[in-house]
């Protein structure tokens, strides 16, 4: 059976794709405020290998017991993010990434470490359990031997610098904006990788925590910098630290698009 177009497919064509094209502009053209614009600019991942993780510091696990970065590191490497528990937007993606990314791993999860630190000095052990229960409902045991933690703000502020981790607090919001990635760390603290965006991989992960355990210290990797900040939901516009996400998927779908059409009109004229 053949379908029957009542528009023209060229001009169909032609519909869609300015349309797609003109959907993302409009995205594209939404300007945030300058003040969220001076934040996201004190925002960034220095990469600092060779740098020490500071082992004294201390941190609460979701059962509210103490944990010092020294136990982290003591005698395997340390998968190391920084996030925010009640970030309403890129910090679930990235730990469901990092889920994902080292359940594919060729060996066994005990012989590292992953630790998930709050950014936020106001989250507790309570939103480190609610975070590590999700974690685990959607994961299941690839992330039982995970360590939530909070801390108090002089010791997220002194791992925060250690690792090269700059955000920014908006008072008036209670938002927080930071990069996202992960810092790998060999035994005894010194950080040897970077993995910084959305999506580490399973190869890189595993060469990471390979070269780690061995102390080998990696290279710096070319920097792109995926930004989270907020979501505003009276004007239903995100910022400009997704919005570059949103300019990339709405590329990808134009394309996507296009690509339907050419195999329709290859249908249509067969």
Not at 67 to 72: A, H, K, P
Not at 127 to 143: F, K, P, S, V, Y
Not at 202 to 221: N, W
Request: with cysteine.
């Amino acid at each position: 059976m053949r379908f029957r177009f009542s528009v023209p497919l060229p001009r169909l064509s032609l519909a869609i794709v300015w349309l797609s094209i003109g959907a993302v502009s409009l995205a594209a053209s939404a300007s945030p405020p300058t003040s969220d614009s001076e934040i996201l600019d004190r925002v960034d991942y220095e990469q600092r290998i060779g740098n020490q993780l500071p082992r004294e510091l201390q941190f609460r696990n979701a059962q509210g017991e103490l944990i010092s970065i020294d136990s982290l590191t003591t005698d395997k490497p340390l998968v190391l993010a920084l996030a925010w528990y009640n970030c309403p937007q890129l910090c679930p993606m990235l730990l469901d990434r990092i889920a994902d990314t080292a359940a594919d791993l060729p060996f066994d999860s005990d012989e590292y470490r992953i630790a998930v630190v709050s950014i936020a000095p106001e989250e507790g052990p309570e939103d480190a359990q609610r975070i590590h229960a999700e974690l685990r409902n959607r994961h299941g045991a690839a992330t039982r031997d995970w360590q939530l933690l909070t801390g108090k703000k002089p010791a997220i502020a002194a791992l925060a610098d250690a690792a090269g981790f700059r955000y920014a607090h908006d008072p008036e919001t209670g938002d927080y904006a930071h990069p996202a990635g992960v810092v790998i760390a060999a035994p005894g603290g010194q950080i040897t990788h970077y993995l910084l965006g959305m999506r580490p991989e399973t190869p890189d992960l595993r060469l990471a925590l390979v070269e780690a355990s061995q102390g080998k210290l990696g290279s710096p990797l070319q920097k792109i910098l995926v930004r989270c900040y907020r979501f505003d939901p009276e004007t239903g516009q995100y910022n400009l630290a997704v919005m570059n996400l949103l300019r990339f998927a709405g590329g990808g779908s134009v394309l996507a698009l296009a690509g339907a059409i050419v195999w329709l009109r290859r249908k249509e004229h067969a």
